[in-house]
């Protein structure tokens, strides 16, 4: 829906585009189950200032309204949203943010799934907490 997509961009992330992708590894995540608000677990600091926490969109069908209005409600807080059984979407204030945060994106996805069951260290909310001190989010 051009007309949402628009609005979203415009009065939600204050972008100029969305990147939605078919990445692999991001694909297979659309297709588990995550945290609703992040979705990704923090390995590392580059693609927490690259993506954020990364939001898991319930699925709806292609076109639905209803996924219009899950994804602008995630908006509010994520600019990087892993859509159930659809994909990744990444927005960004130029094509070479979108670009970057999208590839950490699938770069994170891809260490999730080969750490997956193994007990991974993670972030911890102090390092998250220093690292949005230091790198704003935008």
């Known amino acids: ?3 949402w ?3 979203v961009c ?3 992330f204050n972008v100029n585009l969305f ?3 078919h990445s692999r590894a991001t694909k297979i995540c659309t297709c588990l189950k995550h945290s609703a ?3 990704l677990p923090k390995l590392t600091a580059y693609a927490h200032m690259q993506c954020g926490c990364v939001a898991m ?3 709806f069908k292609p076109g639905d309204a209803a996924l219009a209005a899950a994804v602008e409600q995630k908006a509010c807080k994520h600019w990087s949203m892993i859509l159930a059984h659809h994909g990744p979407v990444v927005a960004g204030k130029t094509l070479t943010a979108a670009m970057h945060a999208t590839e950490e994106l699938e770069q994170t996805a891809k260490l ?3 750490l997956d069951q193994k007990n991974p260290m993670t972030l911890t909310q102090a390092q998250i907490d220093d690292l949005d001190a230091t790198f704003p989010p935008w």
Request: hydrophobic content about 50%.
């Open 1 to 3: 829906n051009v007309q």
């Open 5 to 7: 997509t628009r609005r």
């Open 10 to 12: 415009a009065d939600v």
């Open 19 to 21: 990147f939605l992708t």
């Open 37 to 39: 608000d992040d979705a």
């Open 57 to 59: 969109v319930p699925y």
């Open 112 to 114: 999730a799934l080969m």
